[in-house]
């Protein structure tokens, strides 16, 4: 399964854009094009890659929805969840889309700009997910306010200065917030894949009759390697999940 940076890495060298997150795909015009790669007949015109509101990407997700259809591609696309640039979601399609990619594509030269026909250059940021402000933005509070940031010095009296200081932080404490709960998502996403393969796994040991596969036990001792400094519970009992960190 590859990790998100061999995800992003591969999506803009194919594509040749510049995007930073996952969670940018939700616009749905990154899914159009690999199918394009594929294909070459996807109608690109259609495919709005400047996309910043969520009915232009639900737009961009009913294109994909017909060449998935045309294609016979039997694959269910969560447009409800996708357009909501969730990390989580989209890390999970994109990864899909990757293997369809690889088994699907014929090694075709694919010219990526000129199929987009001189659009717009995708943005560099995930547009805003609601009115309500972004969650999913970086760490840079003064790029995501309206307006930019209103300079605390200058002339202005100076019971208003530490006012604008405290919304401040308070903004960025809520960016930072934002951060760590993505984070946490991601964490708890990535163990619940590896949980899944440890009962997997198990379960084919352990079952009678089935004879002693050297890679299952290669796979199993990856999984219950330690870190110098962690101490595995008496009796080799897996951490409860509550009390597992990564």
């Known amino acids: 399964m590859a990790s998100r940076a061999e995800l992003l ?3 803009n060298d194919l594509l040749k854009i510049n995007y930073t997150k996952i969670e940018q795909c939700g616009t749905g015009a990154a899914y159009c094009q690999i199918v394009d790669s594929i294909y070459g007949d996807l109608p690109m015109s259609r495919v709005k890659f400047g996309a910043k509101h969520e009915y232009e990407f639900i737009a961009n997700f009913k294109v994909l929805q017909n060449v998935f259809k045309a294609k016979q591609i039997d694959k269910p696309i969560p447009v409800e969840k996708l357009v909501k640039c969730k990390m989580q979601d989209n890390l999970e399609f994109l ?6 990619w690889d088994q699907n594509y014929g090694g075709q030269g694919y010219d990526a700009s000129a199929r987009r026909k001189g659009a717009p250059d995708i943005p560099a940021t ?4 609601s009115t309500g402000g972004s969650r999913s933005g970086g760490l840079n509070v003064g790029a995501s306010r309206a307006g930019g940031r209103t300079p605390i ?4 009296s100076g019971s208003t200065q530490p006012n604008e200081a405290v919304q401040h932080l308070t903004a960025q404490l809520k960016e930072m917030s934002g951060h760590l709960e993505g984070l946490e998502k991601e964490r708890d996403f990535y163990f619940e894949k590896l949980r899944e393969i440890e009962i997997l796994v198990q379960e084919q040991l352990e079952s009678e009759g089935a004879p002693d596969d050297p ?12 870190e110098d400094g962690f101490e595995v519970p008496e009796g080799g009992a897996v951490v ?4 597992e960190t990564f």
């Open 9 to 11: 890495a591969w999506l």
């Open 95 to 100: 990864q899909w889309m990757r293997r369809f």
């Open 126 to 129: 995930v547009a805003p997910l």
């Open 153 to 156: 010095s200058g002339h202005r």
């Open 215 to 226: 890679t299952l036990r290669k796979i199993q001792a990856i999984l219950y390697s330690t």
């Open 240 to 243: 409860d999940e509550e009390e």
